[in-house]
């Protein structure tokens, strides 16, 4: 069995655009796997692939991907740099909106080496905090996230109509 320390993450570059948007197809089934009113749109990966060059570039963006071999991506996050709307102290924080390791890689470290690369990029911005949201049907993220000190802040609920 393959460790996260056989893992080396970094910065996505451009030359990842193809992999990391196949694993994040990957990320999006099974969000919608784990609640059926997430629906990938038609045109999702046209607009991430759109979006990715511009990712990259930008200070208030990262891109980080977990690479195994140099070959293979095995997990990847994304966040960005936030501040709560200005009614509220502005305080500058990391949102994490994304972060997905590839299930035969799950348990090996690898989620814990992603995120320590988002603090780190955090502290360099002066973020005072990461905010991230984990789907409610998701109780292996929930307990992943929790284990990580992460603590609930705001329910969002929905109402069909």
């Known amino acids: 069995m393959q460790r996260a320390n056989e893992v080396r993450v970094r910065a996505a570059r451009e030359n990842d655009r193809d992999r990391f948007a196949a694993l994040w197809i990957d990320f999006l089934r099974e969000q919608c796997a784990l609640d059926p009113r997430l629906v990938i749109s038609e045109d999702a990966l046209e607009r991430w692939k759109n979006d990715f060059p511009e990712w990259i570039g930008a200070n208030v963006h990262g891109l980080f ?8 991506l095995v997990g990847f996050a994304s966040v960005q740099l936030w501040y709560p709307p200005p009614i509220y102290d502005q305080v500058l924080e990391a949102h994490l909106d994304e972060l997905f390791v590839a299930p035969e890689w799950r348990r090996r470290g690898v989620a814990s080496r992603l995120l320590e690369r988002v603090r780190e990029w955090a502290v360099q911005r002066e973020a005072r ?4 949201g984990v789907l409610d049907s998701n109780k292996t993220g929930l307990t992943f996230w929790q284990s990580r000190g992460a603590r609930p802040f705001i329910s969002t609920m929905l109402i069909d109509v």
């Open 65 to 72: 991907v977990a690479e195994h071999d140099e070959a293979e």
């Open 129 to 132: 905090r990461i905010r991230l």
